[in-house]
């Protein structure tokens, strides 16, 4: 596992200058198992430079540091990283994200990929999943109480 990690390490050790910090292998979920390289990230970071899995190990990324107006939590139902509080932050700041990524000619998608986790489209589809699940387990929360 070890040496996996540092083959990662060296892999990917030029994102260090970007602002992202190896925190090392995690266990992720001990009844599984299951471990995890861990990464610290700002906010500001192009998601795409980073992998998913590397070796077969999931990567974790954790931010760093605060997080810009647009993701604050305002009532119970809302979430920091809903896929709308991305398309605002984008559109509210657009000329600064493209000077901050050094590109100029970035679209909208592609600001949005590089801040929502390498892709936007699949965080939203996961995202709305994840609505869909919390939906299913309230109904069936709901169900249990009322039959007894």
Request: proline share 5%; glycine share 4%; charged share 35%.
């Amino acid at each position: 596992m070890y040496d996996i990690y540092k083959r990662f390490e060296e892999r990917y050790g030029f994102l260090k200058k970007m602002g992202i910090k190896f925190e090392g292998i995690q266990m992720i979920d001990p009844i599984k198992k299951k471990q995890a390289i861990v990464l610290t990230r700002p906010f500001l970071f192009d998601c795409r430079l980073l992998p998913k899995k590397y070796d077969g190990i999931e990567i974790k990324i954790r931010i760093q540091g605060g997080l810009p107006e647009e993701f604050k939590v305002t009532s119970p139902n809302d979430h920091s990283f809903a896929p709308e509080k991305f398309e605002n932050y984008v559109t509210n700041h657009i000329d600064e994200l493209r000077t901050h990524f050094e590109k100029p000619e970035a679209t909208r998608e592609e600001l949005l990929d590089m801040l929502a986790f390498g892709n936007f489209e699949e965080h939203k589809r996961n995202f709305q999943n994840m609505l869909k699940e919390k939906q299913r387990q309230a109904r069936l929360l709901q169900r249990k109480t009322s039959v007894k």
